[in-house]
């Protein structure tokens, strides 16, 4: 009976286009797999070494190409879809999550890049063609589309003006551009909300 459950599952995970569950098991050779039963893996994701992925974490090609480097933790619920030609570059030493982080590059052409030790965390859902820079950061139930933060530190970094851009708070962020060192805390349309440095929030870092 277990074998022909098992069987059955690893049906439909074929049929999705998702790891059986011994393609779950060669994962768990380089990567931490928690849960392979509740982790959905897609069979064409290009996946590196020492990433995390807890329980109920998706990671879906549908239609799509999804690269993810090595040594990121994928939080419970973390929901990565590339689809109709979509492209999605994950790097290296990422924290997607807590809380729910959506990544989507579901339309053609659109190309979703996140850049090494990157944090999104409490409901961030990225969407479309975007750039999150190395060490940028987007914290909170933020909707961000089309948006570009640069790169830089990331959130150790002693010097707040070298760190890399962060969005936080929550609502809609829609084509924001911010560089370096530069933050936007929003509630609602961050269309409306200022662009600040994060030394305002760090006096004592420099």
Do not use: W
């Amino acid at each position: 009976m277990q074998d022909k459950i098992i069987g059955l599952m690893d049906e439909h995970r074929r049929r999705n286009g998702f790891l059986t569950l011994v393609g779950m098991a060669a994962l768990a050779e380089t990567n931490t797999v928690f849960d392979p039963f509740s982790t959905l893996i897609a069979d064409d994701a290009v996946i590196g070494e020492g990433n995390t992925f807890f329980p109920g974490v998706v990671v879906r090609c549908d239609g799509g190409t999804c690269s993810v480097g090595s040594g990121n933790t994928f939080h419970p619920s973390t929901l990565v879809i590339a689809a109709n030609g979509g492209r999605i570059e994950i790097g290296d030493d990422c924290c997607l999550g807590p809380g729910g982080v959506q990544i989507k590059a579901d339309q053609p052409g659109s190309v979703l890049s996140v850049g090494n030790r990157a944090r999104l965390l409490n409901g961030a859902e990225i969407v479309g063609t975007s750039v999150i820079g190395d060490g940028a950061q987007v914290l909170g139930a933020i909707s961000a589309r089309s948006v570009r933060l640069a790169g830089g530190d990331d959130f150790t970094g002693a010097d707040p003006d070298r760190r890399g851009a962060v969005l936080k708070g929550s609502g809609l962020a829609r084509g924001i551009r911010l560089e370096a060192g530069e933050v936007v805390n929003g509630l609602g349309d961050f269309a409306t909300a200022s662009v600040e440095r994060q030394l305002a929030y760090h006096p004592r870092s420099k």
